[in-house]
């Protein structure tokens, strides 16, 4: 199973990033764009994972939601990786770091690598990929006057997603889903 932690976003601003990914696609060619249903913050990308994992997995998210409330998640800003002047990858996140995203991605972090994970190379930072560029562009003058409309998205859940690579874009689906700060687990 392919396997990542992420946090889902509320429809409202889903679709308010599905709309912004419209108008962008008219001034950024060559790339692929998420699904409005595909759009999240991941927290861990895992890959290949064994189903004989699935226990430890679904242990670790339900620990890791206990240790962070509910919390407010802006998303202000757009931005590029590797960096708007030779970009793959095209995203929406906030200006100002998250603490309770930062405590929850760290929670994450120390136990997928206690669990035998290799250490993850980046720091997690929250956004949303708007799309994966095949060739990469400069997109300076693409994002570095344009600011999104703030959106805020209320994070209140846990997501351990799987994700089914098919030719017309990837199917996620939640293995397991936990309420931050220790509400019901649900899927």
Same mark, same amino acid.
């Given at each position: 199973m392919r396997l990542f932690y992420c946090l889902e976003l509320p429809?409202?601003?889903r679709n308010d990033l599905a709309r912004l990914s419209r108008e962008f696609q008219v001034r950024v060619r060559g790339?692929?764009?998420?699904? =409005? !249903?595909?759009?999240h913050v991941t927290l861990r990308?895992?890959? !290949? @994972?064994g189903e004989d994992l699935l226990p430890s997995l679904e242990g670790l998210g339900q620990n890791a939601a206990l240790?962070? !409330? =509910?919390?407010?998640?802006?998303?202000?800003?757009?931005?590029?990786? &590797? #960096? =708007?002047g030779r970009a793959r990858v095209l995203w929406v996140g906030p200006i100002r770091d998250s603490a309770p995203f930062a405590i929850l991605a760290q929670q994450v972090e120390e136990g997928v690598q206690a669990l035998g994970f290799p250490p993850e190379r980046?720091?997690? #930072? =929250?956004?949303v990929t708007l799309a994966r560029l095949?060739? $990469?562009q400069d997109l300076t003058s693409v994002i570095g006057g344009a600011a999104p409309p703030v959106l805020q998205a209320r994070v209140g859940a846990l997501t351990l997603m799987q994700s089914d690579l098919r030719p017309k874009g &990837?199917?996620?689906? $939640? @293995?397991a889903r936990w309420a931050l700060g220790g509400g019901d687990r649900g899927v």
């Amino acid at each position: 199973m392919r396997l990542f932690y992420c946090l889902e976003l509320p429809d409202a601003v889903r679709n308010d990033l599905a709309r912004l990914s419209r108008e962008f696609q008219v001034r950024v060619r060559g790339g692929t764009w998420v699904a =409005p !249903e595909n759009l999240h913050v991941t927290l861990r990308f895992l890959g !290949e @994972v064994g189903e004989d994992l699935l226990p430890s997995l679904e242990g670790l998210g339900q620990n890791a939601a206990l240790r962070v !409330e =509910p919390f407010e998640l802006f998303l202000d800003r757009f931005g590029a990786f &590797p #960096h =708007p002047g030779r970009a793959r990858v095209l995203w929406v996140g906030p200006i100002r770091d998250s603490a309770p995203f930062a405590i929850l991605a760290q929670q994450v972090e120390e136990g997928v690598q206690a669990l035998g994970f290799p250490p993850e190379r980046r720091l997690a #930072h =929250p956004h949303v990929t708007l799309a994966r560029l095949r060739i $990469p562009q400069d997109l300076t003058s693409v994002i570095g006057g344009a600011a999104p409309p703030v959106l805020q998205a209320r994070v209140g859940a846990l997501t351990l997603m799987q994700s089914d690579l098919r030719p017309k874009g &990837p199917l996620y689906r $939640p @293995v397991a889903r936990w309420a931050l700060g220790g509400g019901d687990r649900g899927v």
